[in-house]
């Protein structure tokens, strides 16, 4: 397997690969990376589909891109994926999965010309005082020593940020600014969260640096995750002829270990209780998914609390079970192993007329029910004691929503601090309760808020106890390679295998980007894997994002008018020079 770049691999077409007949697939979980690497083995490997078997411990595919409709609760989405333009590999799976909206295209496409027609932004980013716009025109407000915090995390080597916590390499003053605001509210970073997590993410997305204030480096699907990408992808899969067992848990997989040889040897599963095994030889491929962010999430209703389930959770178990066959297969507990520093809880509200919506419209600038973006992404509450955010999609966002209500996903990223308005934390209160204290900071009426919150709105509170386990302080070999060295059949894939990428988690793009390792690798595909996108090495994407950080404030040369012209004219005798001078950092004199 090998990474590259341009048109060359990305338009061409791999020959089939020896002997791929004679293999068989199966995958543990139905996420997006085992429905990613099927559709790999299908498309590039020219494996026959009814050669390919994913188990499920649900009844569904989709993982954590869900999307339903609960009979008796309401609308559900425990979460949303912000996608950009540079996911190289989430790309090349969906230009060649059909749309099952518009005929003769594909669902990137779809996706390609709605969000060309419809960009999206936000034109209220932060509120504070309930409703009130913040006043961080979207601006940064990094100081030089803040500024400083982050160049030193860009510049320093992966292994100096290993095993630390964001708050031990950044000062107060980084703490404090709106970058960190927008920054954790948008992907869910603690100040406990892993520091080489944070470095990974700034290299990752410094292209996108000038429009993290605004939101408007992000693109969205038409409809929620799991009907604008799952169900495309399942229906593809289906027509190919691949074998979904659902209700069935994969518990343990036997390997037999001989010096530097791996090899899977043994799939163990129970079906609604009853156990089963598979015996699996050379040419039987396994990709395992392990780890969890939604694994045991718990919903409530609009008149009862979501319970932390702390129980056993069996895609963890089962990582744990295979971890301690070998170093080389991860330490799952460094990521589950403190469920108080990974859960939060958010919350799908659905209004039900349109005296909600009117506060939505007076703050997002936009009218909900326009069919086109609402908030361009999350709007925080900055004063807010649970740190709550919230965001309308285009609506509608299913598409069996009436026409005369708005979905909304509210989210609290500390979850045992009591609220402003209910006096108490997210995780105790109802649906109803949640729906209080969001319509508080939406600056409605006091008293008109329980009225609204009981009669105008359905909400369905979800606790994730593992939703940010990934970001937990680490170090290389916490999480296992895709494939590691020596094995002959089976992957790891997912967010807690490591890519030997410069991706970083949290993505649907690290999702695709595992499987798609995973499947050249072991059937040796004649083509590259798209590399990360190479913007942190881009002088001007640097020079970009370096202007941005500071706000656009340029810095003056020093010494008299005369001596400043004349070195502002030696900036222009080069190439890096001008670059300097285009992208504003040094001011004209």
């Known amino acids: 397997m090998h990474y590259s770049a341009g048109n060359y691999e990305a338009f061409a077409r791999p020959r089939k690969p020896d002997g791929v007949e004679d293999k ?64 190289e590999c989430l790309w090349d799976l969906f230009r060649s999965i059909p749309s099952i909206e518009q005929d003769d295209a594909s669902v990137l496409d779809e996706y390609f010309w709605l969000n060309n027609d419809d960009p999206n932004f936000s034109l209220r980013r932060v509120t504070m005082e309930q409703g009130v716009d913040a006043g961080t025109d979207f601006k940064f407000k990094l100081t030089d020593k803040a500024q400083k915090d982050i160049v030193r995390i860009f510049l320093a080597t992966r292994e100096e940020m290993e095993n630390k916590r964001i708050e031990d390499v950044v000062s107060e003053e980084f703490l404090n600014s709106n970058f960190w605001l927008y920054w954790r509210t948008m992907f869910a970073f603690e100040n406990w969260h892993s520091a080489l997590e944070f470095k990974l993410y700034l290299h990752r997305f410094i292209h996108h640096i000038k429009g993290l204030p605004d939101l408007s480096t992000l693109k969205f699907t038409k409809y929620n995750q799991y009907e604008s990408l799952v169900l495309p992808l399942y229906k593809w899969l289906l027509d190919h002829g691949v074998t979904f067992r659902f209700s069935t848990t994969v518990t343990d997989v036997d390997f037999t270990i001989d010096g530097t040889r791996k090899q899977a040897t043994k799939i163990h599963y129970t079906t609604k209780g009853d156990e089963g095994s598979i015996d699996l030889g ?31 959770a069996p895609a963890w178990d089962l990582w744990r079970r ?35 919506p009117e506060y939505i419209h007076k703050i997002c600038e936009r009218d909900p029910f326009s069919g086109k973006v609402v908030t361009g ?64 900071h939406m600056g409605v009426p006091t008293n008109q808020i329980d009225e609204l ?45 490591e890519s030997q990428s410069r991706d970083c988690i949290f993505t649907t793009e690290y999702s695709v980007r595992t499987p798609m390792e995973a499947v050249y690798t072991l059937l040796d595909i004649e083509r590259g894997v798209p590399e990360v996108y190479g913007s942190t090495y881009d002088v001007r994407e640097l020079l ?18 005369l001596l400043r012209e004349k070195l502002y004219g030696k900036f222009q005798e080069n190439e890096v020079g001008k670059l300097i001078s285009e992208y504003k950092l040094i001011e004209k004199p």
């Open 544 to 561: 970009n994002a370096t202007s941005r950080l500071r706000d656009g404030e340029e810095v003056k040369l020093p010494g008299p008018h």
């Open 282 to 312: 050379e040419n039987d491929l396994v990709f395992m998914t392990i780890g969890s962010l939604t694994e045991n999430s718990d919903e409530g209703d609009h008149q009862t609390p979501a319970k932390l389930d702390r129980g056993p």
């Open 24 to 87: 068989t697939a199966w995958f543990v979980g139905a996420g997006l990376a085992s429905l990613s690497g099927a559709a790999f083995l299908i498309r590039d490997a020219q494996m026959s589909g009814d050669k390919i078997t994913i188990f499920e411990e649900l009844d569904l595919p989709g993982g954590a891109l869900d999307g339903i409709k609960e009979p008796k609760k309401g609308f559900v989405i425990r979460g949303g994926r912000e996608m950009e333009t540079h996911f």
């Open 322 to 356: 295979i971890a301690a066959k070998d170093p080389a297969f991860g330490h799952p507990d460094v990521f589950a192993g403190d469920i108080d520093k990974t859960k939060w809880e958010s919350c799908t509200v659905t209004t039900l007329d349109k005296r909600i």
């Open 377 to 440: 992404g999350i709007v925080t509450a900055r004063d807010s004691s649970w740190l709550m955010s919230w965001t309308v999609n285009r609506q509608p966002h299913f598409k069996q929503q009436p026409s005369d209500q708005i979905v909304v996903w509210v989210y609290a990223l500390f979850s045992d601090t009591p609220g402003d308005y209910v006096k108490k934390s997210i995780s105790e209160c109802t649906g109803e309760e949640i729906t209080r204290e969001w319509l508080y």
């Open 453 to 497: 919150a009981a009669t105008a709105a359905k909400a369905v509170p979800c606790m994730m106890p593992y939703v940010t386990a990934f970001f937990m302080p680490r170090q290389h070999g916490d999480r296992p390679s895709v494939v590691p060295e020596g094995a002959v059949n089976f992957a790891f894939i997912g967010q807690f295998s």
